[in-house]
Structure formats: C-alpha cells, structure tokens
C-alpha cells in the first residue's frame, strides 16, 4: 500500500538529517545539560510548592526559616544550571562537535566557552545578566559553537599554526601546546568581530542574534499551526519506525527549550502559572500529548484490552502486557513494533492524527485559560498523571486535560484495534 | 567471555531487552556480557565488544556507527523489527551470536 520507493527515500533523507553532524551535536550537546536542567527547575518548583488541603509547605519553611531564607537554595540552584543554559551549551555542543571531528574536545570546548563569555555584554556595574547566560543566549550558543568548531578544525590543519611539543612531554600538555595558537588567533577574532558589531551598531552580539532570530522563531513555535507541524513530523517519522524525536531534536529544543525556562522564571517570581506567557514549550508536547511516548500509546494499550478481552493469548493482548511497565514511563518500543505500528496502514491515521488532536485540544486548553500552562521542566519518563500535576505547578486541571485527552485519544484507537484484529484474524486463516 | 552491546536513542528501551537476554543466555548456560546504552554516548562503550546491535528505531544511524565500529572489528547488525517489539531475547541473543560465528 505504500509505495515502496518513497519509504526508502524518505527513510534515506530522514537518516541523513538525523545522522548529519552538527544536529547530532547540537542534540547531545543538550542532552549533557538535561540533569543541570531539571534540577533547575525542580529546585524552582520546591521554592513554589503547592498547597495540599490545609498543608502548605511554603508557608511553614517561611515561618521556620523567616520569609524567603530557605528559597535561597532552590534560587541557588537555578542560577547555576537554567540561568546559565547558554554558557553550559557554548560548552557541551562544541564539546561533542569537536569529539565527532576527532580533534580536541576539551580545548575546543573551553575556547567555545571563552568566547561566549567575551561577547556578553557588560551592565553598567560592570556584570553579567543573567539574560545572557541564560536561555535568551540560546542560539548565540548554538551558532558559536559551530563556528568556533569550524574555525579550530581549520587552523588546526595548518601546520604552522600547531606547535609541536617533542616526545616525552605528556600527552596533555602537548595538547594545550598544539591548540595554543589556534585559541589565540580565535579568541582574537571574537573580539574583533564584538568591537565591530558594538561600535558600529550600537547593541550586542547577544541582542542583535536575540532579536533577529530567536525570538521570532519563538514566537514562530508558540503557535497552534507549528505545534501541529512538530506534532506530525515527530509522528510521521515513527510511523516509519523512525525515532521522531531524536531526529528532530536538533531543530526541536533549541526552539521550545527557551519558552519554558520563561514560563518557569517568571513562575519563581510569583506570577500565577495560568499567566506565564509561552503555550507551547517541551513538556508541553511530553506531558499533555506523547502519554506513554510517541502516538499516546497508553491510549493505544488501553484500546487492546477493550477490544481484546476473550483472548488471551491473543498477539495484541500480548504486546501489550509486555509494553505496560515501560509504557508508563513514557518508553513505547515494544508496542511500536510489536503491534507493529510501524508500516502498518491500518495505524496510520490513529497513530498520526491522534496527537496532533491533543496538541490542539491542549493548546486550546491553555490558551483560554482553562489549565494553567507549563512551568516545570521534567524528564520525558516521567509518568502521565503526575506530570500533569507537576508540570502545571500543582494543579488538578493539568491532570483533568491529561484524563480527557486521553479518552479522545483511547476512542480514536479503538475503531483502528478493532479492524487491526479482523485484519490478523483473516491473515492467520489465509496462514493456516 | 563475549560482550554484546545494545544501543537506542535514550539507552531505555534496549534496557529492557538486557534483562531477556540475561535470562535467555543463562538457560543456554553461556557466559555473556550485555548492556544498553544511549547512542550519544556510544563511543566510550565500544571497548572488548564482540557484537553491537542497533534498535530499529535509529538505524539510520548504522552508517555512521559502522564507521566507527568497524575499524575495531565489532561486528554491527540491526535488531530485528518484530523481536524487538516482542521483547524476544532469546531470538536477538540468536542473533548476535549468529553474527559472532559468522
């Protein structure tokens, strides 16, 4: 039913853009910094803790402590890992760009890091804003270390350029010898370029990347329209046994990683979650539409045991009970390609059309007010339910959008099981 | 004593596999090393490895795994698509020491 020579092509580019070097690093770059990440914004949601009944943690540390004096440490926390975001990727990405090139990953990490710091605008008492190190940093981040990767593999071909220490000398100081020169000539480079843009233009590096690009990709992303693209392309990839996710991440975090250090920001400062500005964020998409992973698949393996329920030895039943544990932490292997959905036509519409109805189910759940919106970033195994409480700040609403798109999700399966089982039956027959 | 390494997206899905490959092996009576591992961190795993299967999900990958495996002589195949699903460890055990003998 599908035409053979299409999937191999689209599987073809889709390998190619997922394997292609400087996405894969852009992604490991962030998976590195994801524990830093989440601490962050666990720290910041202990700060927030929400009331229980009659229960109300941050009042009773507030009277422990006196206001606020216990907040210090979550606060702390969140300073070093979210609010320096930029500077922990102007590390990780070139870190494992350089590693996939074979050069030297630490020197070039650590030139990478140097310059990002060097193009950081000075407030007037002669700091740093967190601004900058931080998320609105992002993509400052991103295209630095690619450009300074790019750079050092360059210079570092040039024979000149590369002092060579003689034999004996350890082998790490032979390294920082040979990258001597290269970081000269790099760090120097940077500093021209940050004289030029601030005298000629009047801002910085970091404003003129911020305004220019991120910001309207931002604002690009929290829009219905492209949630339902991310939604699709994830799904369509899975659909060809891909990993959607993976794939996509190089392109997908960068863009929706920002939105929820915001929302999570402004939430420590004490504004209500139902106000924080950014709709779509990451967990977003983790919590309220991948349920059990790609395709809402916990809705899926509730669909099997409606439909399946004499047999039970059935295949589907099977697949199921095996897919149960891990599917509750949001890992959804087994049933992909157990069922299979993979390939199989006749999962192609609940597979790819039922998330992209949560996505707008969610969005509009969100966007008019009726659950509060995200302000915690949590692993993506982090199990339905919970994480709906959790990742709306405490509230049931998050876990009631949870219930609802799961039963929309449940329903749209459970036509698609049902012709799935005939479909196995008939083919078994033929079989026998 | 063989080592056979697992790798997928997050290192999670082939996690569970270990354990079925654990099992299948020990009724076998043969003595195997198994792990799973992230992708991203695949390089610094690839020591005294025998076998290295790849999870369906990433296998647009194996050509650049290949390059890296290939050079150090551990032998790289793709799990099978519905034993993969099935959690079948015994059948994926089968496999990698297929590729061993081979």
Redesign the interface.
Known sequence: MIDYKFMKKFIEIAGRLGAQRHLVAIRNGFVAIMPLIIAGSLAILLNNFPVFGNFNMVQLLNHIFGDGNWQIVGNSVWNGTFAILGILLSFSIPYYLAKSYELDELSVGLISVASYIMLIPITNDGGFSFAWTGAQGLFVAIFLSIIITELFRILMKNDRLVIRMPEGVPGGVAKSFAALLPALIILILVGLFQTLVTTLTDTSVFELIFILIQEPLQGLGNTLPAAILVAFLNHFLWFFGLHGTNILAGVIEPIYLPPIESNVDLFASGMSAYDVPYIVTKPFFDVFVYMGGAGTSIALIIAVIIVVRQEKKHPYREVSKLAVPAGIFNINEPIIFGIPIVLNPIFFIPFILGPVLLTITSYFALATGLVPKTVAFLPWTMPPFISGYIVTGGSWRGIILQMINLGISVLLYLPFVMAGVRALKIKLENNS | MKRILLV??AG??TS?LVNKMDHAAEEKGLEIEIHAI?E?DL?NHLQEVDVLLI???????E??IRKIADPMRIKVDIID??S????QGDKILEQALHLIDA
């Open positions: 997928c997206s999670m899905s569970m992230s991203y390089n999870a369906p999900q990433i296998r647009f990958l050509d650049k698509f519905s993969y699903g099935m959690l």
